[in-house]
């Protein structure tokens, strides 16, 4: 009920326009006298202005809700007014008299079609292609199009004609321009400009059967020699333009990646082949004009085509002889930047970089293949083509790095162009299934006194770019004071590169106790870098140069190896403890992990119920589906899983319900106020409650004091993990520290010890 109700309030039934249309045709029909009379004109005047009524409060309530769309749907709306008025007009006038054509309300109707017109180009997808080409070839198909059309409707006419003389010729612009639209809309379906679903489907069949409606007019014309509209042809215009409404306000799905398919050489071939059979049959009368018109004018684009084709043939020889473009996405590569950079700085112009990497790309390509992610990349290109004026150059750089230069030195310009870029890029985009919505870090560098060449504008965007990664702002300019902390980051990105190949990670460890019998039944292992100048450096100081080069898979799998050594050692000595470990959301949903995991177990013969993957809830909101599938295969193979940090993210009870869970880990926020703190400690009990009702064991993290143990016991946690109970320690030291535990003789740490993971 309530999304009916939203269904309601955001736009009008779709049937309501049919049903009117229906009731009035209904009332008429049965009412005496014949279609003259003034009381069955009157019934037909205020049917049609309820009707036009209803499709306009449509098409206006969808402009309000759809923003982007705005803009055509009230041009829409607007010609729609206008052939409503002018037929009324017509209409009113028959209620008191004969009306002869063409009748001052005619001119409304005329002016509708250029409404019409306007709002199927504004409504279409713009395509990054050559715009003439794309013209020319459009031109070419209508031409076609319209001939064709004319030739099957028209040419019966072409008597009538000859007899009618100027008057008629001027009723047979109605039907003709009827046809040019719907040639429009086919056009731009066979570019690409409008997705091939049944809404383009419908939006030709609305101006074909405007044409029809049109054409069975002149017939009643040539019949009568004065304006006689009936019940029927007002239907049919009525339906009409019911279809055409519908369509427009029918909600268009997202873009689909891959690059824009352009008509076949056939389909040109076979429309310049339709307009010189049409003119070796030489039609006659004023219709056989018109029709040779077109047809001329179809050969003559198709010329032009052909001639344009021959020029961008020779200008793609010389492109790729300078290796200028990329050979993915079309667009110009790194050499032509440089090169149009150099030139505009040794021209002495003002001159802007802006250097943008795609947030998340390398989850695609690990995730759905690199097909899926080149057609991702081609739309991405499309898009920053389309958005950007033509005298700015889009380049790609490689991988999912793109490249934008203007010779613009103002830093808010180049923002604002920035955000154009990213709003672009925001756009759902269909990929495998799968509607995503991307993002983009942005680095800008503008030319300076000390600038010497387009290189050293794109190596300051390209740290500037990472300072924004990193710092998840968006954008941000290049500060020559980014320069020494840039280079310090990519020399410990690369020593880590080299101390994960070495060997210089290790994997300490945390003890967890029940927190009833106060064994211990679980350890955690933590990363460290045994560095070899700056000692053994803790997390927090290198996880975030392993992300930003790259090398979070590399190091997980290291320190998964080590776990899987480690554990087979301790069970070898008689300890039966579950290891924990932490994995982040790309590598659980990357797919490359999880069979290296299940490969080593095999190898190692581990009992699989000895591991638990530690994973956040950010991991659900980044892939939900993807994530649930990689849950389900740890469980199928006797993997237990966790949920770290629970209580400072996605906190859903649906995903407890649906997901293989077995673990909460109760973040220590919560946990350190417990014993001071009345909410934090009704916040650990509600928690306790819903994981007992659902199956959870509930471990609390970051218990520094004997308080907090204490407060925490009472309230129903299962498992306690902290300072207190023990520091993380390397693995050599876990054995005896279990059994210096069991007796009661292991040292506990000062209470204000600070945590370290």
């Known amino acids: 009920m309530r999304s009916a109700a939203r269904g309601w309030t955001g736009s009008l039934p779709s049937a309501l326009p049919w049903a009117v249309l229906a009731v009035g045709a209904t009332?008429?029909?049965?009412?005496?006298?014949?279609?003259?009379?003034?009381?069955?004109?009157?019934?037909?005047?205020?049917?049609?202005?309820?009707?036009?009524?209803?499709?306009?409060?449509?098409?206006?309530?969808?402009?309000?809700?759809?923003?982007?769309?705005?803009?055509?749907?009230?041009?829409?709306?607007?010609?729609?007014?206008?052939?409503?008025?002018?037929?009324?007009?017509?209409?009113?006038?028959?209620?008191?008299?004969?009306?002869?054509?063409?009748?001052?309300?005619?001119?409304?109707?005329?002016?509708?079609?250029?409404?019409?017109?306007?709002?199927?180009?504004?409504?279409?997808?713009?395509?990054?292609?050559?715009?003439?080409?794309?013209?020319?070839?459009?031109?070419?198909?209508?031409?076609?199009?319209?001939?064709?059309?004319?030739?099957?409707?028209?040419?019966?006419?072409?008597?009538?004609?000859?007899?009618?003389?100027?008057?008629?010729?001027?009723?047979?612009?109605?039907?003709?321009?009827?046809?040019?639209?719907?040639?429009?809309?086919?056009?731009?379906?066979?570019?690409?400009?409008?997705?091939?679903?049944?809404?383009?489907?419908?939006?030709?069949?609305?101006?074909?059967?405007?044409?029809?409606?049109?054409?069975?007019?002149?017939?009643?014309?040539?019949?009568?020699?004065?304006?006689?509209?009936?019940l029927t042809m007002d239907a049919l215009w009525g339906g009409s333009f019911a279809l055409v409404v519908g369509a427009a306000c029918a909600p268009r799905g997202p873009e689909v990646a891959g690059p824009a398919p352009r008509p076949a050489g056939a389909v040109l071939v076979t429309g310049?082949?339709?307009?010189?059979?049409?003119?070796?049959?030489?039609?006659?009368?004023?219709?056989?004009?018109?029709?040779?018109?077109?047809?001329?004018?179809?050969?003559?684009?198709?010329?032009?085509?052909?001639?344009?084709?021959?020029?961008?043939?020779?200008?793609?020889?010389?492109?790729?002889?300078?290796?200028?473009?990329?050979?993915?996405?079309?667009?110009?590569?790194?050499?032509?930047?440089?090169?149009?950079?150099?030139?505009?700085?040794?021209?002495?112009?003002?001159?802007?970089?802006?250097?943008?990497?795609?947030?998340?790309?390398?989850?695609?390509?690990?995730?759905?293949?690199?097909?899926?992610?080149?057609?991702?990349?081609?739309?991405?290109?499309?898009?920053?083509?389309?958005?950007?004026?033509?005298?700015?150059?889009?380049?790609?750089?490689?991988?999912?790095?793109?490249?934008?230069?203007?010779?613009?030195?103002?830093?808010?310009?180049?923002?604002?162009?920035?955000?154009?870029?990213?709003?672009?890029?925001?756009?759902?985009?269909?990929?495998?299934?799968?509607?995503?919505?991307?993002?983009?870090?942005?680095?800008?560098?503008?030319?300076?006194?000390?600038?010497?060449?387009?290189?050293?504008?794109?190596?300051?965007?390209?740290?500037?770019?990472?300072?924004?990664?990193?710092?998840?702002?968006?954008?941000?300019?290049?500060?020559?004071?980014?320069?020494?902390?840039?280079?310090?980051?990519l020399r410990q990105g690369e020593a880590l590169r080299a101390g994960i190949a070495s060997g210089q990670l290790v994997v300490w460890y945390q003890p967890q106790i029940d927190a009833r019998t106060r064994q211990v039944v679980a350890v955690e292992a933590l990363v460290r870098w045994a560095h070899p100048t700056d000692g053994l450096l803790s997390p927090v100081s290198f996880l975030p140069d392993a992300r930003r080069s790259g090398l979070m898979g590399p190091l997980t799998e290291t320190v998964m190896r080590q776990v899987i050594a480690d554990t087979l050692r301790w069970r070898a000595a008689g300890l039966t403890f579950r290891v924990a470990m932490n994995w982040a959301p790309p590598e659980l949903v990357g797919g490359a992990l999880l069979p290296k995991l299940f490969e080593a177990l095999d190898e190692s013969g581990l009992p699989a119920d000895c591991l638990l993957i530690e994973v956040t809830e950010d991991s659900f909101l980044a892939d939900p589906e993807r994530a649930r599938a990689a849950l389900h295969q740890l469980r199928a193979h006797g993997v237990g899983v966790s949920i770290d940090d629970y209580g400072t993210g996605f906190s859903s009870l649906a995903y407890l319900r649906d997901l293989p869970v077995e673990e909460l880990k109760m973040d220590r926020s919560f946990v350190r106020a417990v014993a001071t703190d009345e909410r934090s400690r009704m916040i650990v009990q509600s928690t306790t409650q819903m994981a007992r009702a659902l199956g959870l064991r509930l471990v609390a993290e970051g218990v520094e004091d004997h308080g907090a143990a204490t407060h925490l016991v009472p309230l129903g946690v299962d498992v306690l993990q902290g300072y207190h109970i023990g520091r993380p320690m390397p693995a050599q030291a876990i054995d005896p520290w279990v059994r210096e535990w069991a007796l009661g003789t292991a040292v506990v740490p000062h209470p204000h010890a600070p945590q370290e993971r």
């Not at 769309?69 to 009113?92: D, E, K, N």
């Not at 504004?122 to 050559?130: E, F, I, S």
């Not at 790095?401 to 830093?411: G, I, P, S």
């Open 27 to 230: 009332t008429t029909l049965f009412m005496p006298g014949t279609e003259e009379d003034p009381a069955i004109r009157s019934t037909l005047v205020v049917t049609l202005s309820v009707f036009f009524a209803v499709l306009l409060g449509r098409l206006l309530l969808v402009a309000r809700r759809e923003r982007h769309r705005r803009v055509p749907l009230v041009v829409l709306a607007g010609a729609i007014g206008l052939w409503a008025v002018g037929s009324a007009s017509v209409s009113l006038g028959q209620t008191v008299g004969a009306v002869t054509f063409p009748a001052p309300g005619e001119i409304l109707c005329l002016a509708s079609y250029v409404g019409l017109a306007a709002f199927l180009l504004l409504d279409a997808r713009r395509r990054p292609t050559t715009t003439a080409a794309v013209w020319l070839e459009a031109a070419v198909i209508c031409g076609a199009s319209v001939c064709l059309a004319a030739f099957a409707v028209l040419t019966p006419l072409s008597g009538a004609f000859a007899a009618g003389g100027l008057t008629l010729l001027l009723a047979i612009l109605f039907p003709l321009m009827n046809l040019l639209l719907a040639a429009l809309v086919l056009a731009q379906a066979l570019l690409h400009q409008r997705a091939r679903t049944r809404r383009t489907l419908a939006l030709m069949a609305g101006f074909v059967g405007l044409a029809v409606a049109d054409c069975t007019f002149i017939v009643a014309i040539v019949t009568t020699q004065t304006y006689s509209a009936s």
């Open 272 to 489: 310049a082949a339709l307009a010189v059979v049409l003119l070796v049959l030489d039609p006659a009368g004023a219709v056989g004009w018109v029709i040779k018109g077109f047809a001329i004018a179809t050969l003559l684009t198709a010329g032009a085509r052909t001639v344009l084709a021959l020029n961008e043939a020779r200008g793609a020889a010389e492109a790729l002889r300078l290796s200028l473009t990329d050979e993915l996405t079309g667009l110009p590569n790194r050499r032509a930047l440089v090169a149009a950079g150099d030139d505009a700085l040794r021209r002495g112009r003002p001159v802007g970089v802006m250097l943008l990497d795609v947030d998340g790309f390398k989850d695609i390509n690990d995730s759905l293949g690199h097909s899926v992610g080149d057609d991702v990349l081609v739309t991405l290109g499309h898009r920053l083509r389309a958005t950007l004026d033509a005298k700015v150059v889009v380049a790609r750089l490689g991988g999912d790095e793109f490249a934008v230069l203007a010779e613009q030195r103002e830093v808010l310009a180049l923002f604002d162009l920035a955000q154009q870029v990213r709003t672009a890029l925001a756009s759902p985009l269909r990929v495998a299934g799968m509607d995503l919505i991307l993002d983009a870090s942005v680095g800008i560098a503008t030319r300076e006194d000390d600038t010497a060449s387009a290189t050293e504008l794109l190596r300051r965007a390209d740290i500037a770019m990472y300072e924004a990664k990193q710092a998840r702002c968006g954008v941000l300019l290049f500060d020559s004071s980014q320069d020494g902390v840039a280079a310090h980051r």
